[in-house]
T-cell receptor, first 114, second 112 residues
Framework: DTAVSQTPKYLVTQMGNDKSIKCEQN?????MYWYKQDSKKFLKIMFS???????INETVPNRFSPKSPDKAHLNLHINSLELGDSAVYFC?????????????FGPGTRLTVL | SQKIEQNSEALNIQEGKTATLTCNYT??????LQWYRQDPGRGPVFLLL?????KEKRKERLKVTFDTTLKQSLFHITASQPADSATYLC???????????FGTGTRLQVTL
């Protein structure tokens, strides 16, 4: 029954490693997002895909690469992890853009880079 | 520069009172504004959306106002309960229709 799911929930890794976070939504939405929430709880958009096409790409290091194999999935791959990448990453989805509807968030993935 | 500020980082209120949270923005012209609730260790949950041509929206004990002249939204929780304790985030659509920019959040604590 989970609407937006993410795996893993926790990720602890060393600097320099490459890691991926997976996101799936079963709401039939066209648009999916990745957000980063830092230690001060500030939530900031990173990427958005609409029907597998990238539509929002904020100023994010190119070590971060989103991939959308189909409109129900949006994965985030991070290369050469740095200490500053430690944060909680949230995936979200929303219905068609024209409806101005709400975004549905996943439970988050807490990434800790040591 | 563009900013979205929520009145205070934390707000303490007694059960039964009305909590009022403020969201102020500068240098944006949003078509709509949303309010979300976030509990510790969880993702934000949508509460209400208000469009630029709407002055007020209500849902049960929640009320949102939107003043595009003052560039401000007020979020009210009437008859507040300890279960209302959470962080509340305002979000404006900025840029493309689906892009949301979030405020800094206000942590509300409702005590008995």
């Amino acid at each position: 029954d989970t609407a937006v799911s993410q795996t893993p929930k926790y990720l602890v890794t060393q600097m320099g490693n490459d890691k991926s976070i997976k996101c799936e939504q079963n709401l039939g939405h066209d648009t999916m997002y990745w957000y980063k929430q830092d230690s001060k709880k500030f939530l900031k958009i990173m990427f958005s895909y609409n029907n597998k096409e990238l539509i929002i790409n904020e100023t994010v290091p190119n070590r971060f690469s989103p991939k959308s194999p189909d409109k129900a999935h949006l994965n985030l791959h991070i290369n050469s992890l740095e200490l500053g990448d430690s944060a909680v990453y949230f995936c979200a989805s929303s219905p068609p853009v024209a409806d101005y509807n709400e975004q549905f968030f996943g439970p988050g993935t807490r990434l800790t880079v040591l | 520069s563009q900013k979205i500020e929520q009145n205070s980082e934390a707000l303490n209120i007694q059960e039964g009172k009305t909590a009022t949270l403020t969201c102020n923005y500068t240098n944006y012209s949003p078509a709509y504004l949303q309010w979300y609730r976030q509990d510790p260790g969880r993702g934000p949950v949508f509460l209400l959306l208000i469009r630029e041509n709407e002055k007020e929206k209500r849902k049960e004990r929640l009320k949102v106002t939107f003043d595009t002249t003052l560039k401000q939204s007020l979020f009210h929780i009437t008859a507040s309960q300890p279960a209302d304790s959470a962080t509340y985030l305002c979000a404006l659509n900025t840029g493309t229709a689906s892009k949301l920019t979030f405020g800094t959040g206000t942590r509300l604590q409702v005590t008995l």
